[in-house]
């Protein structure tokens, strides 16, 4: 109970002793003048147990008695909206849960009306309330579903109004208002407003009919198809907010390994249950499906996607479909890929694949998400190199997709791993819809044992340049500027990350790796944002404001991505991992597909098209500028040097050591890196509750041990290839 947390740190910021009265006013629209949040404060922070259920979502007691006094000053009171628009009722019972907890007392007043100050109200300008107020400020909020936060006056009231663009826009605006409200930003003269920059944004999941989840490390599915429609619990609901308060709009509920139940008529009504709790929402719900799901279910003798009755029957049921679930986004399809069906048995392209879909889509907006990764037979005839199958296979087809199919596309040429250069489709397809998907759940990354924050590597990514010539002088072509459609116009676009939430407690079986979710949403919401912003942002409301809390699990997370980098895949050198569950080392298959070459004469792969002998050309996928830079030992990015060529071991780095050394102290240094994060963990006791920080503490337990197996089998391996030996000792 939120009411029940206990007092832990009490640090007074004034000379006076100031008693505090625990603000529990059931009058919370009783008005303060404003010497009285301008007084002595005092700072309390929660550290009552918490198992980590509520996410950033805990809506905690503010820290500090003068902010709680000025924020139920200037939002002492919630006008009731219109309760029959579902997403903006949504927002509503999202202000009666926060406000009370935020401000420590039992429950928020409402009103019918603004009556006097403190009023907050919220809709769109289809409100007449909000309309008039609007229009009497000159306010309006056109971009879509965006939403503007203002401190207006309304007959001598402080009033502030969450404007949104659509009912959407106003469940955003008032998620941000919360945050704003749980990081104690000032609110004096509120005055913020946002809208997505990207349409859709994604969530994967890779859950599977039977509870399974693939590359699922946190538990089994949310989903139990035994027991839906009935639900048993708040979970799933939960799960959507947690989505739409970080710009989630659409969530595909399924592995893209599919099977036909999600679409099969017997159980569209368990479908439709969760559809329906996500529309609550403004979420879309949309299902993978398998490519030869009309011969499957529909008996047809063939899934030929030009076949009439094969069109016919995607048609049909898709209507179904509709008519169940009428907020359905559309499809996700793998196609000729690793054993499954796709439009090449049948002799058609996969534009003419993902075309059929789109006809099909198109009559209720829907969108059909085609991925961009074919691995198997469709792509044998292509290049040995696997990371130059995507573009051999696509880029052929660039201009020949509908406008409502978005093609996905891993971040890299290869699967995820710890680092890739960008896929050189983001700049080859000019005239396709281009959209990302990233790994959130850990699958190359550690998964449950080790702490990686993902948001640095997004980040690597989405400023990644791939010089382009797009005739904006001076302004990188960023992969960022790609996905956004401005640097080739796009019809649709599109980021989604694979899903790391399961069952357990916490959502996430690493409860750190929680931010790997968060910042998911909101870089799919805004690929700008910068690094820190997500990071403190989050820390403050996952855990709370205070200084030291903020700054040191904020560096654990900065530093953990180029940490795990550096035991298991440095200077993207490629898979280390077991073919067989992709966590533990194994050295022993290297066949230059992405995986490892290294033996006396260096380390990497000459993806390249200048090296002698061996070499995959990979570089002349991508723009002649950068792939002159990549083609040039001396000039390519020494983060990508072992993934673009074959380095001497004793290369000397830009740091002034040999590569062999750089990669030596990686491997030396990481068991105690680990164990400095364990420190600094630790170091947090009494400003953190003990339950979180007690499983921090055992994560970090975890990942020692691993990163020791690691480095210890990583050093070994090294010696044996390179023939150098390591002589750098541990700190
Ligand atoms: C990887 C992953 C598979 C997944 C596939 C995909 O190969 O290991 O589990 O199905 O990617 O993204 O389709």
Known sequence: MKMLRRIATILLSSLFLFQFAACKNTEAATITTTAEWEGPDVITYTTADESGYDLWLRYAQISSTNYIKKAQHYIGYVVTPDASRQVIDSAYKELLRGLPGLYGIESIPTAEKIDKTGALILGTASDPTVAEIASANELSVTDKDGYLIKKVTVDGNDVTLILGESDSGV????????????????????????????????????????????????????????????????????????????????????????????????????????????????????????????????????????????????????????????????????????????????????????????????????????????????????????????????????????????????????????????????????????????????????????????VSQWKYYLNFDLMLDDGAEGVPTTLSRILQGNVYSQANTLVAGVSNVGDCEAWNDGLLSQANWYGFGRLAWDPDLTEEEITETWVKMTFNTNEDVVNTISDILYGSWELYEAYTSPYSMGMTVKVDGHLDPDLSYRNGNGTISVNRFGVGNNRNSTSKGNRTDATVQYSPRLAALLNDIDTCPEELICWFHHVPSKRVMSNGKTLIDNIYEGLVGAPQAVKDMKTAISSLEGKIDDQRLRIMLKDFDEQYDHSVLWSETMIKFFEQQTKVECTVKSK
């Open 171 to 454: 469940l955003y605006g008032t998620f941000k208002l919360l945050e704003i409200l749980s990081t104690e930003t000032d609110i004096s003269d509120l005055n913020v407003s946002d809208a997505p920059k990207i349409q859709w944004r994604v969530l994967n999941q890779l859950d599977n009919w039977d509870g399974s989840i693939e590359r699922g490390y946190s538990g089994k599915s949310i989903y139990d198809w035994t027991t839906l429609p009935k639900m048993n619990d708040t979970r799933i609901e939960d799960f959507a907010r947690a989505n739409a308060s970080v710009g989630i709009n659409t969530i595909v509920i399924n592995n893209v390994n599919s099977s036909t139940n999600y679409i099969d008529t017997r159980y569209l009504n368990k479908v439709a249950a969760v559809a329906k709790v996500f529309g609550r929402y403004g979420i879309r719900l949309g299902i993978s499906i398998t490519f030869d799901a009309p011969s499957r279910l529909g008996k047809l003798s063939t899934n030929d996607p030009l076949n009439k009755d094969v069109i016919k029957w995607w048609e049909d049921k898709t209507a179904e479909i509709y008519e169940a679930i009428p907020n359905f986004a559309g499809y996700l399809v793998k196609a000729d890929s690793e054993g499954r069906d796709g439009p090449s048995k049948y002799g058609r392209t996969h534009a003419e694949g993902a075309n059929m879909f789109a006809d099909v889509l198109a009559p209720y907006g829907g969108i059909i998400m085609w991925r961009a990764f074919v691995y198997g037979e469709a792509a044998n005839k292509l290049s040995d190199d696997i990371c130059n199958q995507g573009y051999e296979f696509f880029k052929p087809m660039d201009g020949e997709f509908k406008d409502n199919v978005i093609l996905q596309c891993k971040n890299g040429p290869r699967d995820f791993l710890p680092r890739e250069p960008v896929s050189p489709l983001f700049g080859g397809m000019k005239d396709t819809n281009m959209g990302i998907e990233l790994q959130i759940t850990q699958e190359y990354t550690g998964q449950d044992v080790n702490l990686c924050y993902l």
